[in-house]
């Protein structure tokens, strides 16, 4: 039982390091030339931009959810007029990154750790090599720099559409006017609130390319090995995701002591 316990540790240290190596790796190529521009658009259209509709949907969504929720706390103290400002707080600040790290880290890390994964099993990677084209830069670097970019934007867009869908709620319910609703909303929130914590998504990107390509480029035994990269994928960015924001949170009010205030 010991050495089962043993060989389990040292195991999982292994592919934390090796997960390291291959994540510092993908760092230092993604500013080395030559760049795959025309792989890395494409890869920021796969990822990004077709993931759009996802996002926006789901913002609506949680943007409706969270003003009931608003609504129903703030009246308890008589402080209805506040529901939009608190919204945009709880959305630019943590809802809104967090929610969209988490919603793609099933989307494209599934489709990153199954896209590579088949192609290591088909032995289309080594085909790859065989022409002289750089697998890695070409494979992982382009979707790390497309995550990169696109989560951001998408972050963004996930503010953006779960204010919409809080506009939504609160017009249902007492028939406020939208320039009213975005007035109140954007009254208390600064850039301090907005750069922050739509920078970390770049770290999320970063941390969801990293490890589903790390799963994707080292899957074994066939269409098996294929399912099981996905599958790991999704959950090993969605932890990774979970406790980089923990630490990015906690670094954040540190450096910028104006966002702990409210």
């Known amino acids: 039982m010991a050495g089962h316990l043993y060989d389990s540790a040292i195991g999982l240290l292994t592919a934390a390091g090796d997960l390291a190596v291959f994540a510092f790796r993908a760092a230092r190529e993604a500013f080395i030339p030559p760049f795959e521009f025309r792989e890395t658009v494409r890869q920021i259209y796969e990822l990004g931009l077709r993931s759009a509709p996802l996002i926006l949907v789901s913002g609506l969504a949680v943007g409706v959810v969270l003003s009931m929720h608003t609504r129903a706390s703030l009246e ?3 402080a209805e007029s506040m529901i939009p400002a608190g919204l945009a707080i709880a959305l630019v600040r943590e ?3 967090l929610t969209a790290g988490l919603l793609l880290s099933g989307r494209i890390g599934a489709g ?3 896209e590579l994964g088949a192609m290591k099993v088909t032995e289309q990677i080594d085909a790859l ?3 002289a084209v750089d697998s890695f830069r070409y494979l992982v670097v382009t979707r790390v720099v497309a995550c990169v970019i696109a989560l951001p934007i998408l972050t963004t867009l996930m503010n953006f559409s779960g204010m919409l869908g809080g506009f939504i709620a ?3 319910a007492t028939g406020m ?4 609703y975005f007035n109140r909303a954007f009254s208390i929130i600064d850039l301090v609130d907005y750069v922050p914590a739509t920078i970390k998504t770049m770290v999320f990107g970063f941390i969801i390319a990293t490890i589903s390509a790390y799963l994707g480029v080292k899957t074994e035994s066939g269409t098996e090995g294929v399912g099981r990269a996905s599958t790991r994928a999704v959950v090993f960015s969605s932890l990774g995701i979970i406790v980089a924001n923990v630490i990015l949170v906690r670094l954040i009010f540190f450096i ?3 966002a702990a205030g409210g």
């Open 76 to 78: 308890r103290f008589g």
């Open 112 to 114: 990153i750790g199954a």
């Open 170 to 172: 609160e017009t249902i």
């Open 177 to 180: 006017s939208l320039r009213l």
């Open 256 to 258: 910028f002591p104006k």
């Open 95 to 97: 809802t809104g990154p």
């Open 129 to 131: 090599e065989a022409t």
